[in-house]
């Protein structure tokens, strides 16, 4: 979504900006309007008048609204080029209201999260508040894919958590490229993310009465879950991330 019309935007300041990869980076901004959201919507950030959506990594209880992102350089990339180059103390603008209806379905109590890289994004954000709020009922099981281990910029954090609540969350990270040099000493899985959930479904028997399939990120890996899951009557709810 992009916009070039002169009209005055709320701004955003970034209070923290953190380099992952070459790029793969984090922000946390403080909106100067009161934003409210819940876990699996989006933001629209803004610079130079060009505008996209980020799904929200923080959860409604935090201060701060946290946003990964992945740098796509031009001619594909119109705003991530623009961000990549602000630093801590500058600002974005920001639409006033969370958009978006990827949020947790609570009647399903297996929650089956497929993504890839930026795409485990809103999983973080439901997780994290469903930990805050001590809801219960709900087991959470998040697949992530990824190209290089490097990119799994949540990872500590969600071992942790699986560590601390192993019966809350399983956290399943796997690398697309295992043979390549730069994943050297890797031990996890080493597979594309939608080649595993069929694995994973079978060893945990989660049946399709009980389990929603959430899937964000790449559109390939979308379509290839939905392809292998859906026939086989599973609930599948989509987030696609197009590289902009």
């Known amino acids: 979504m992009a916009t070039n019309r002169n009209i005055s935007l709320p701004k955003a300041k970034i209070v923290e900006r953190r380099n992952i990869t070459a790029d793969l980076f984090v922000i946390k901004l403080q909106p100067e309007v009161e934003f409210k959201f819940?876990?699996?919507?989006?933001?629209?950030?803004?610079?130079?008048?060009?505008?996209?959506?980020?799904?929200?990594?923080?959860?409604?209880?935090?201060?701060?609204?946290?946003?990964?992102?992945e740098l796509v350089p031009p001619p594909e990339g119109?705003?991530?080029?623009?961000?990549?180059?602000?630093?801590?103390?500058?600002?974005?603008?920001?639409?006033?209201?969370?958009?978006?209806?990827?949020?947790?379905?609570?009647?399903?109590?297996?929650?089956?999260?497929?993504?890839?890289?930026?795409?485990?994004?809103?999983?973080v954000s439901m997780l994290r508040l469903?930990?805050?709020?001590?809801?219960?009922?709900?087991?959470?099981?998040?697949?992530?894919?990824?190209?290089?281990?490097?990119?799994?910029?949540?990872?500590?954090?969600?071992?942790?958590?699986?560590?601390?609540y192993p019966d809350l969350l399983s956290y399943i990270p796997t690398i697309s490229r295992p043979d390549e040099g730069k994943n050297e000493g890797w031990i996890g899985e080493g597979k594309r993310a939608n080649l595993i959930v069929e694995d994973y479904i079978r060893e945990y028997d989660l049946s399709t009465d009980d389990t929603l399939v959430y899937v964000c990120g790449h559109p390939g890996m979308i379509e290839d879950v939905k392809g292998r899951l859906a026939p086989k009557g599973y609930t599948v709810k989509e987030e696609r991330f197009w590289k902009e």
Do not use: C
């Not at 950030?45 to 946290?66: D, F, H, M, Q, W």
């Open 38 to 69: 819940k876990p699996g919507q989006y933001a629209t950030l803004g610079s130079n008048g060009i505008e996209r959506a980020y799904s929200i990594v923080s959860s409604p209880e935090e201060p701060l609204l946290e946003i990964f992102i």
């Open 130 to 164: 469903y930990i805050a709020q001590q809801s219960t009922g709900h087991r959470f099981h998040i697949v992530q894919g990824a190209s290089y281990y490097d990119e799994f910029t949540y990872k500590d954090e969600l071992e942790k958590t699986a560590s601390q």
């Open 78 to 123: 119109q705003l991530t080029p623009l961000l990549w180059e602000l630093d801590e103390g500058e600002s974005v603008t920001i639409r006033p209201r969370a958009k978006g209806i990827f949020t947790m379905d609570s009647k399903f109590s297996n929650q089956l999260m497929v993504s890839t890289v930026t795409g485990v994004a809103p999983f």
